[in-house]
């Protein structure tokens, strides 16, 4: 039998399995083996040779391959190909904003771009090694050209040079950016970027036109100064945040949950005793707010209403910011009809009876503080008899017996999927970035397997997404 060390892999898969055992907490080496265990036991199973006794891993290896295939099938990826122009240093901003959106982003630099941005820093901002080379047999033995160009759910080209656009009006596929152009029946986006005259030029409107014909999508240039000193006009590249967001628009046409409107609450709730002092639960919000941009990275309409939290806004959704569980579920019946509801906010169970209008003065022995119960938002949402969202999703954050508590949870908020993980503080899943989690619905439970909270997200967008399609049938 041949070996293999981690040393002969390339750069690219290195970091991905080093990145993977910080996440998990192990050697990068029991990270291969763990990732080689899980791989055999799934051949096993598609092949059912696992022994009768292995159920239960079997079972496991099934469910943590459906996880990363919902994940999979949630996560858009874009293809940037970066033309030779001064605009190609936006285009490494470009790749964050991309990324920002739930995106995977893959590069390809043209000779001229590498003028002036470096295969090394796109790969570094996209997390995976640039492309640059139709006869480079390394990248061709790797993805090949033809893989280039129908993995990407999107490509991108920007800037698009005079000469790029003209390349692909007339159908050239002399190297590996028009290859791939030439070789994609996937949607197409042009940031074109050039010189005003150039964009004036005759054979430039005759490409373009050509290319509108061909269904190639634009956007911009913008009017305004150009590098060369002097000159102005139409022909600056679009900003990086106007070209994620038309990419965005374009991929959330053909995102697993287009057309879907989904509904996210997040984070704390905190209940006021007085001007200065309140009552809240502990969470970050992480969880919550990744579901939502995964969801509207996916496709879906999305409304996220929001406790107090210390996270930006994620982009390409509605989000109202509350306080109480009150106001929570006033703008969660506001925000309804959704097809889906994903209730992830950790609300205080009980406010004060009366919130003092004015501080609380200390007077000798601590004051008595009258609590009353808040409204349960899921539980509402879920015994709903008209306008019910079709799939309601509560959370259950749980310090001990995990399934067992989710299960009767489950039964008692009327819910159709529990999402349940065990909080208690030696898991680090509170405020960390890792996630553990079950999904328990009335056919069984679904344990998965560790993970970061953001591919936690994609995987059940994936599923929510799956169960949506399969509801339909
Ligand atoms: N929830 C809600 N409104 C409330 C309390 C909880 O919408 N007033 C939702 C949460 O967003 C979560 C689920 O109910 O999706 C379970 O929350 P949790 O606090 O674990 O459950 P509780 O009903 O409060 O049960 P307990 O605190 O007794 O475990």
């Known amino acids: ?119 090394l820093a796109a790969g570094a901002l996209a997390g995976e090694r640039a492309f640059t080379d139709l006869f480079d047999p390394q990248s061709e033995f790797d993805v090949g050209h033809i893989r280039l160009a129908r993995e990407a759910d999107l490509i991108v080209v920007a800037p698009a040079t005079a000469d790029l656009i003209a390349k692909m009006a007339g159908g050239r596929a ?29 054979a430039t409107q005759r490409n373009l036109a050509q290319l509108k014909a061909d269904g190639i999508r634009f956007v911009g240039p913008n009017a305004g100064e150009m590098a060369e000193r002097g000159e102005a006009g139409i022909g600056r590249m679009a900003e990086p945040l106007e070209i ?12 697993v949950l287009s057309g879907q409107r989904v509904l996210v609450t997040s984070g704390p709730t905190s209940e006021p005793i007085d001007p200065v002092r309140f009552i ?24 996220l209403v929001s406790g107090p939290v210390n996270l930006p806004d994620p982009p390409g959704l509605a989000v109202v910011r509350v ?12 925000a309804l009809p959704a097809d889906v509801a994903v209730f992830a906010a950790a609300v205080a169970d009980w406010r004060p009876q009366q919130a003092s209008r004015n501080k609380i003065k200390k007077q000798g022995r601590p004051p008595t503080l009258e609590l009353v119960e808040n409204p349960d938002i899921l539980s509402t949402v879920a015994h709903m008899t008209s306008g019910r969202p079709r799939l ?64 936690v997200a994609r995987a059940l967008v994936g599923r929510i997404a799956a169960a949506l399609a399969e509801a339909k049938r």
């Open 280 to 303: 809240a639960n502990r969470s970050s919000g992480k969880q919550g707010h990744a579901i939502a941009a995964a969801a509207a990275a996916a496709g879906a309409d999305v409304t």
């Open 244 to 255: 994620a967001a038309a990419a965005e628009a374009i991929m959330r046409g053909s995102g």
């Open 174 to 202: 002399d190297d590996l950016a028009s290859a791939v152009l030439l070789a994609t029946d996937n949607p197409v986006l042009i940031a074109p970027a050039m010189n005003p005259h150039m964009w004036a030029a005759k």
């Open 1 to 119: 039998m041949g070996s293999l060390t981690i040393r002969q892999l390339d750069e690219a898969l290195k970091r991905q399995l080093r990145l993977r055992a910080a996440r998990h907490g192990r050697s990068v080496e029991d990270e291969v083996r763990t990732i080689l265990r899980s791989a055999a036991a799934e051949a096993d199973l598609i092949a059912g040779t696992a022994p009768e006794h292995d159920a239960g891993g079997k079972r496991q290896a099934m469910r943590a391959a459906a996880a990363a295939a919902a994940a999979a099938a949630s996560t858009r990826c874009v293809l940037l190909i970066i033309g030779g122009g001064i605009a190609a240093y936006k285009s490494l901003d470009l790749i964050r904003r991309l990324r920002e959106r739930g995106a995977e982003v893959r590069c390809v630099l043209t000779a001229a771009a590498q003028h002036f941005v470096t295969p």
């Open 392 to 455: 309601v999703i509560g959370f259950a954050a749980e310090t001990d017996h995990v399934v067992a508590h989710a299960k009767v949870k489950l039964a008692k908020k009327g819910c159709d999927w529990i999402v349940a993980n065990d909080v208690s503080p030696e898991t680090g899943v509170m405020g960390g970035d890792v996630n553990t989690i079950h999904i328990v619905t009335a056919d069984g439970v679904e344990s998965w397997p560790p993970r970061a909270k953001d591919d």
């Open 323 to 334: 306080e109480t569980a009150r106001q929570m579920l006033a703008a969660v019946e506001r």
